[in-house]
DNA sequence: CCCGCCATGTAACACGTTACATGATTTT
DNA sequence: AAAATCATGTAACGTGTTACATGGCGGG
C-alpha cells in the first residue's frame, strides 16, 4: 500500500540525506523496523535507487573492498536535497499510519530539532484522536461477543503506550514540560 | 504494499464471513484502525469485493432502504469458506508487519479460541526476537548522534507494549471467558 | 439550493512483490 | 565442496491509489 505523501522513495532520500548508503545497507537498515511498519523488498529498493539516480537527486560512486563484493553506494544532490525539504514542508495528512509516521520521524529528526518536536506533536493530536474515536466506537457497540473487540482492546494498548511515549520524548528532547491537555486515556 | 500471505482481500473476505456487509460499512470499518495500519481506498474496496463475487467466494443481496440509497450487501459462500480455511491455516511467516498481525488476529478470531490463543503467542515469539534484535542494534552503535536512535526508541517503546498486551491477553483468554473490560485508558 | 453524507463504480497509473539471474567471498 | 552472506540487477505480475463519474437523500 501506498503512503501517497511519503513513499519508500522519499524516505530512502531522506535515509541517504544523512548518510552514504548502499542499496544493502538500506534493506539492513529497514529490517531493524520490519515488524513495525514492514519494510520494501530488495528488488524495490534497488528500482526506487535507480529512478533517484535517473532523476538525478542522488549520485553514485563504486566503492571496492577488500575480501568483499564491491558496492555502490549513493548520496544526495543538490537536487535530491530541494525536493526533499519540499516534501517535508508538506503538511501531514489527517490520517497517518504508523509508517508513514515513522519515515517522516526519522527524515524530521534530519532537518531540525524544532521540526522534529513539531512532527511529534502533530502525531500525538492524530493519536489522541483516533483514540477517542475508537473509544466512541467501543461505546457504540458494546456487544461483548463483537468480532471488533479484540483490534479495539489492542487499538487502545498500542494507542495510549504511542501517546506515553510522545509525551515523553517531546519532553525529554525540549527539555521543559509542555502545558498539554489533549484527550488522554479512558 | 502487499503483505503477501494476507492480503485486503483475504481480510475482507474474513470480514464477510463474521457478518455481511456492503463496500461502505467495510470502508468503515477500516477507519477505526487506519492510523496503525493504514487502509485500502473505498475504490479498492469495491474492486476487491467485485473479484471475491467473480470467483464466487461471496454473493449478493441488493438491499433497498428507506431514506437512504440501496445498497449492495456482500455474504461469503460455501466456496469462501473453504478458501479462507486455507489461507488462514497457513503458517504465519517469520517477518510479519502489524498489519498483517492486526488483520489475521481478527481473522483467527471467527475461527477458534485456540487459533486465536495460537496467533498471539506465535506473535509474542516473533516481537520479543525482534525486540532482542533490536536491543542489539541498539547495543552495537551506542553513538548518541546516531538517526536511528529516535526509531530504535521508539521501537523500544511499541514492542515493549505489545509484548506486555500480548501476554496479557493470552492470559485472559486461557484463563477465564469473562467479560473483557475493553477501555484501559491512562 | 447547495453541501455533505451515503453509496457505488471505472480506468489510468504508481508502486511493490515474486521469481529469476548473476557473481564474489567467507564460513562450515 | 557446499552453504551462507554480501551485493546487484531485470521483468512479469499483482495490488492499491488517484482521478473521474454517477446519483439518492437530508439539513442548513
Redesign the pocket.
Known amino acids: ?2 503512503v ?1 505523501f511519503m ?3 522519499q524516505f530512502i532520500l531522506g535515509l541517504l540525506r544523512q548518510q552514504p548508503m ?3 545497507d538500506i534493506k539492513r537498515l529497514f529490517e531493524i523496523l520490519t515488524w513495525l511498519v ?7 529498493i ?5 529512478a533517484l539516480l535517473k532523476n538525478g537527486l542522488v549520485s553514485v560512486e563504486v566503492v571496492r ?1 577488500q ?3 564491491w ?2 553506494v549513493y548520496s544526495i544532490t543538490e537536487a535530491g536535497e530541494q525536493t526533499l525539504q519540499e516534501s517535508a514542508n508538506q503538511p501531514v495528512a489527517s490520517q497517518v499510519s504508523l509508517r508513514a509516521f515513522l519515515m517522516r520521524l526519522i527524515v524530521a529528526r534530519s532537518f531540525s530539532e524544532e521540526r522534529l518536536i513539531c512532527h511529534l506533536q502533530q502525531r500525538r493530536v492524530q493519536v489522541a484522536a483516533q483514540l477517542a474515536a475508537l473509544k466512541e466506537t467501543a461505546r457504540a457497540q458494546n456487544e461483548k461477543t463483537d468480532f471488533k473487540r479484540l483490534a479495539l482492546d489492542y487499538g487502545f494498548a498500542m494507542g495510549n503506550s504511542e501517546l506515553a511515549w510522545l509525551d515523553n520524548t517531546v519532553n525529554r528532547l525540549s527539555k521543559k514540560p509542555l502545558p498539554m491537555e489533549v484527550v488522554r486515556g479512558n
Do not use: A, E, I
Open positions: 500500500m501506498s501517497g513513499s519508500f522513495r548502499s542499496g544493502y514492514g519494510g520494501p523488498s530488495l528488488s524495490s534497488y528500482t526506487n535507487l535507480h573492498q575480501n568483499r563484493p558496492r555502490k
